[in-house]
């Protein structure tokens, strides 16, 4: 089976760890690809300095990628989930 994404993702963060940015879960015996602790953590911090005061253009940027990896993830996961529902 052939799959298309039609996400492309020129380049990741640059603060995103090459190691452990990304876990696993079997979540009703499906694989969920999710954000790893450390990741989620960053993106907390961007997002509670956006509120508190304006962000830098690389502090806007980095969260900027950091939405485009985790709508990625989103979508891996939707197609992971919807392919092992029609195997069912």
Known sequence: MTINLPIKLSHLPN???LDGAVRIELVEEVLIFRASSLVQGR???LL?????????SDEEKELDE????????SF?????K???LTQN
């Open 82 to 84: 919807n392919s092992s």
């Open 76 to 80: 891996v996961n939707r197609v992971i």
């Open 15 to 17: 603060s995103l760890p």
């Open 48 to 56: 509670i300095k956006q509120k508190e005061s304006a962000l830098t």
């Open 43 to 45: 993106i907390e911090a």
């Open 66 to 73: 950091y939405e485009e990896l985790d709508d990625y993830l």
